[in-house]
């Protein structure tokens, strides 16, 4: 079975709609539903949308450390230091990230045949989008739903050889 999908013509994307996903798994799987404040909803992240919902999990309870290991290395070359990263935290629009009330990813956006077998097929496509929706915390001067765009790149560890490692970041 076929997700719903749409073509974007400028950069001929595939966009698969993941209704269940984005509408009702999201809901039931939400960091603020987990039974224990410190535990993100996947222990283990393979899709972009899973590494999206655990670091929003992590800038909702403040924890900006490990919200800032999901960073992939070229953001956090860009970022800099974790202290610089808090800092930039602090400046608008990245202020109503830390401590908001709720967030959905609504659209996963991946190129298509992104999860195909054929590993040659693989290495042309390592990028994916991620729309987010941040309702921010209701003491917030801004408390109206803002929307982001979350790029992910698909990092490869090549270094055990046994287990080449692929991440979201």
Same mark, same amino acid.
Request: charged letters at 20%; glycine letters at 2%.
């Given at each position: 079975?076929t997700?719903?999908?749409?073509?974007?013509?400028?950069?001929w994307?595939r966009?698969?709609?993941?209704?269940?996903?984005?509408i009702?798994?999201? *809901?039931?799987t939400h960091?603020?539903?987990t039974? =224990?404040? /410190?535990i +993100? $909803?996947f222990?283990?992240?393979?899709?972009p &949308?899973e590494v999206?919902?655990n670091?929003l999990?992590?800038y909702?309870?403040k924890?900006?450390?490990?919200?800032?290991?999901?960073n992939?290395?070229?953001?956090k070359?860009? *970022?800099g230091?974790?202290?610089?990263?808090?800092? =930039?935290l /602090?400046t +608008? $629009?990245?202020?109503?990230l830390?401590n908001? &009330?709720?967030?959905?990813?609504?659209l996963e956006v991946?190129?298509?045949?992104?999860?195909?077998?054929?590993?040659t097929?693989?290495?042309n496509?390592?990028?994916?989008?991620?729309?987010v929706?941040?309702?921010?915390?209701?003491?917030?001067?801004?408390n109206?739903p803002?929307?982001?765009?979350w790029?992910?790149s698909?990092n490869i560890?090549?270094?055990?050889e046994e287990?080449?490692?692929e991440q979201?970041?």
């Amino acid at each position: 079975m076929t997700s719903p999908s749409i073509i974007l013509s400028s950069r001929w994307f595939r966009a698969s709609v993941l209704t269940y996903a984005s509408i009702f798994y999201t *809901t039931s799987t939400h960091a603020f539903s987990t039974p =224990s404040p /410190q535990i +993100p $909803p996947f222990i283990n992240p393979q899709t972009p &949308e899973e590494v999206v919902q655990n670091q929003l999990f992590h800038y909702q309870i403040k924890n900006l450390e490990s919200a800032f290991s999901y960073n992939s290395p070229e953001n956090k070359q860009a *970022t800099g230091t974790i202290s610089d990263f808090e800092t =930039s935290l /602090q400046t +608008p $629009p990245y202020n109503l990230l830390v401590n908001h &009330e709720r967030a959905d990813v609504l659209l996963e956006v991946i190129p298509d045949g992104m999860f195909h077998e054929d590993d040659t097929e693989r290495e042309n496509y390592d990028t994916a989008l991620c729309l987010v929706c941040i309702r921010p915390n209701k003491e917030m001067k801004k408390n109206h739903p803002v929307w982001f765009w979350w790029e992910l790149s698909r990092n490869i560890d090549d270094e055990d050889e046994e287990d080449v490692g692929e991440q979201w970041m």
